[in-house]
């Protein structure tokens, strides 16, 4: 088995530095995982590697316009940055990071707040697939003892409706969760800790509409219309509808309730017309070929 590419980490924070010009290069030191990209979350970005501070850096391994390609080189095209790095985020920010976890858009990070316990940072971007800028969702959880494993659970039924059938090959990408959340069930993650372990759901967008609902006794509540406004119209009222529509006799009262969210916040009936999407902002993968421009979120 031959090697095919490589890159030592000072050339990695290298080059993210020139895409984080603004960070200081310690914070792109001292990768503390790594995890391959499934060609059905992403054709260009292969892999992906979280530093002990959170930050998430992406890679390449062909060039842009040949996805098909063996790989053959090894590129930084985009790096991530945790909360807390902005002027407006919350000064608490992930730090000491000794365990990790992605997939599906979705990173697990536990941080060591003592010798006997964690804070488990969960970031998505589920809820926002289509947003522009990239929006991520965060949520974080004490966890008893030192973090061993963090790991997603798997149903077996990744491709669901759209799996093989008759021998066929499984699609090329998969639709976000706000496209099929209405049969998926949600992701399940096991934490393994010094003092046992933990399951965690992760909410999907229906899975927390459901919860401003009960949490506070109906619509009528600056929550549910700020839930409107977060994921826009058109995302928020495809969302209700779910849950308007379950015929479960535990949704039976969210049901109403969802129903008068629709109309009191769901806007008018209007027609857009679709716009083509600018693609002449390209910039180069070091080393050849054509790759989106770097940035950094």
């Excluded at 998430?56 to 390609?69: D, E, V």
């Excluded at 494993?149 to 798997?154: K, M, N």
Aim: some cysteine.
């Amino acid at each position: 088995m031959g090697r095919v590419s490589w890159m030592n980490q000072s050339t990695i924070v290298q080059y993210a530095a020139r895409i984080a010009s603004s960070i200081d290069r310690s914070n792109f030191k001292s990768i503390v995982h790594i995890s391959a990209v499934p060609n059905t979350d992403s054709t260009n970005v292969h892999l992906v590697a979280i530093t002990q501070t959170g930050v998430r850096m992406y890679f390449t391994t062909s060039y842009f316009n040949q996805p098909q390609a063996r790989p053959s080189i090894l590129a930084l095209v985009h790096v991530r940055l945790p909360p807390g790095f902005t002027a407006t985020a919350a000064p608490q920010r992930p730090t000491n990071i000794h365990s990790a976890f992605y997939g599906k858009g979705s990173t697990l990070l536990a941080s060591s707040q003592a010798e006997d316990s964690d804070m488990l940072w969960c970031l998505s971007t589920d809820t926002f697939p289509f947003q522009i800028p990239l929006m991520e969702t965060q949520i974080t959880l004490g966890i008893d003892g030192r973090t061993w494993v963090l790991t997603e659970v798997s149903d077996g039924e990744d491709f669901g409706i759209f799996g093989p059938k008759n021998g066929a090959a499984p699609p090329k990408s998969l639709p976000p969760v706000v496209v099929n959340q209405h049969w998926l069930p949600p992701k399940r993650y096991v934490v393994l800790s010094a003092q046992g372990s933990y399951l965690l759901n992760q909410l999907r967008p229906v899975d927390q509409l459901r919860q401003l609902l009960l949490s506070n006794g109906g619509p009528d509540c600056e929550e549910v219309e700020a839930f409107f406004k977060l994921l826009r119209e058109e995302q928020a009222c495809a969302t209700c509808l779910i849950l308007a529509c379950s015929k479960a006799a535990s949704d039976q009262e969210v049901s109403e309730w969802a129903t008068r969210a629709f109309f009191r916040f769901g806007g008018e009936a209007q027609f857009a017309f679709p716009v083509a999407p600018d693609i002449t902002n390209m910039g180069q993968v070091p080393g050849g070929g054509p790759n989106p421009q770097y940035c950094v979120l």
